[in-house]
């Protein structure tokens, strides 16, 4: 069945390093969605991206989405206390509009001050 | 708080008896889901609904789990004859879908189980 894997699964980092979580699916997506959760909360979403190659920015934090639309990657500039937590990339299973969204295993990030 | 709620947000029970748990969407949403989520891994996929239609089953749940969404509304999750491997968080969530993808799911807080 369709799997969607991320690297590294934990990343420690000092407060103003940067930091980057690598997501790949074993198929081709329509779509690719990202979610951070906070410890002890649940999963929120961040950002949306369809296009092959798309690009999409939120101050700090950087999306990226594979020409070949089955890999993306998060990059969090000059990392904060505040970015702790685990984030999630997740993809639809089969059509775009399909409900079934796979969710890769996380990357946990911890920033030390 | 017009977010997803979910009830109860903690459930202890022995093994061998049944739960319910309820979820209320954003109200003006279309799609529910039931996840389940276990200490470092990403949400598993149990469930959806579009309305009160279940479109997809994850082939991972036994029959011992069933779940409604009678009036295209609120959802309840039903395990039946818990066992140990049971407990975990279980997620609902909600969106908006749209013609060309699924939307944003909105996670609610989670009901954790532990079957003990």
């Known amino acids: 069945g369709q799997q969607v894997m991320q690297i590294p699964q934990y990343q420690h980092v000092q407060e103003g390093e940067d930091f980057t979580t690598y997501c790949n699916s074993s198929?081709?997506?329509?779509?690719i969605q990202w979610y951070k959760q906070r410890p002890g909360g649940h999963p929120v979403f961040l950002i949306q991206?369809?296009?092959?190659?798309e690009v999409k920015k939120q101050k700090r934090l950087t999306f990226q989405f594979g020409e070949a639309k089955k890999n993306s990657s998060l990059h969090i500039t000059a990392t904060q206390t505040t970015d702790v937590g685990t984030y999630f990339c997740?993809?639809?299973?089969?059509?775009?509009?399909?409900?079934?969204?796979?969710f890769g295993q996380g990357t946990t990030l911890q920033v030390k001050p | 708080d017009t977010g997803v709620s979910q009830d109860p947000r903690h459930k202890i029970t022995k093994r061998g008896q049944n739960v319910t748990f309820r979820c209320d969407p954003i109200?003006?949403?279309?799609?529910l889901y039931w996840y389940r989520q276990t200490l470092g891994q990403g949400p598993e996929f149990l469930t959806y609904?579009?309305?009160?239609?279940?479109?997809?089953k994850s082939r991972l749940l036994s029959d011992r789990f069933s779940a409604e969404r009678p009036k295209g509304s609120f959802s309840t999750l039903e395990i039946q004859r818990t066992e140990q491997g049971d407990s975990a968080m279980y997620l609902c969530?909600?969106?908006?879908?749209?013609?060309?993808?699924?939307?944003?799911?909105?996670f609610g807080e989670g009901s954790r189980l532990t079957v003990l």
């Open positions: 969530a909600s969106s908006l879908a749209q013609t060309t993808n699924t939307g944003e799911l909105f």
């Open positions: 198929t081709t997506l329509s779509n």
């Open positions: 991206l369809v296009k092959s190659g």
């Open positions: 997740a993809g639809p299973s089969g059509s775009g509009n399909t409900g079934k969204l796979i």
């Open positions: 109200s003006e949403h279309n799609r």
């Open positions: 609904f579009q309305n009160e239609a279940q479109l997809e």
